[in-house]
């Protein structure tokens, strides 16, 4: 009988984090602001698709889920990215619009959490953006029933060559796609330090303002 094969020990996979100290005097007024400060750092720093970022939603039944999106744009309103409407995280916004956002760049030891209500951007805005992104990841939104059940690939391919057949040029923006915009109430700011005393700093709305708080790490 063969042995049962056991997973490396992953008690010492451990990294020392030592970075640039976190101080409240050194943040800019607002979560967004500070959010672009970092971000242009992640860019700066090669950190490849700083834009990437851990989406958690839970249906109204309270069971959570979450995954990895492209933010695609931010400003003082909140942060953007697209989805099909009809897929698991476009039902969960429906029935409970509450999300949290993870942006975890481990290259440069810091990470970036933002919790906060969620809208649908106009459709005017969706639309836009949906026209200026290349041709295949347009017949690609209109091919992928996102998270329906496929029972093959040639299955998928077949559909996207139906409809790229159908659409050789300009295919429409679909009516079950488009954006959702978090708007923050809540974003943390974490920066790896020694032993574990980690920076963590936290922009909570309060009223039109914000208050900075730190939080044991």
């Avoid at 939603?57 to 942060?79: C, H, I, M, Q, W």
């Avoid at 091919?143 to 077949?158: F, G, I, N, Y």
């Amino acid at each position: 009988m063969e042995a049962t094969s056991r997973p490396p020990s992953l008690a010492g996979l451990r990294r020392t984090y030592q970075g640039l100290p976190l101080l409240e005097a050194d943040l800019a007024p607002d979560p967004v602001s500070q959010f672009a400060v970092w971000f242009g750092e992640a860019v700066d720093a090669g950190l490849p698709e700083p834009n990437a970022m851990v989406v958690a939603t839970s249906s109204a039944g309270g069971r959570p889920t979450a995954r990895t999106v492209l933010l695609k744009d931010y400003d003082e309103n909140g942060f953007v990215f697209y989805t099909n409407y009809e897929s698991r995280k476009g039902r969960d916004l429906t029935e409970n619009p509450r999300a949290g956002l993870l942006f975890p760049w481990h290259a440069i030891r810091r990470q970036v959490r933002v919790e906060g209500a969620v809208v649908r951007l106009p459709r005017e805005e969706s639309a836009a953006y949906f026209r200026s992104r290349p041709y295949g990841s347009r017949i690609g939104a209109w091919a992928s029933r996102q998270s329906a059940v496929v029972h093959s690939r040639e299955e998928l391919d077949a559909r996207y060559a139906e409809l790229a057949e159908r659409w050789p040029e300009d295919p429409p923006v679909p009516d079950f796609w488009g954006g959702f915009r978090v708007v923050p109430a809540e974003v943390e700011f974490w920066q790896g330090q020694l032993d574990r005393m980690h920076d963590r700093l936290r922009y909570r709305r309060s009223g039109a303002s914000w208050v900075v708080e730190r939080l044991a790490p």
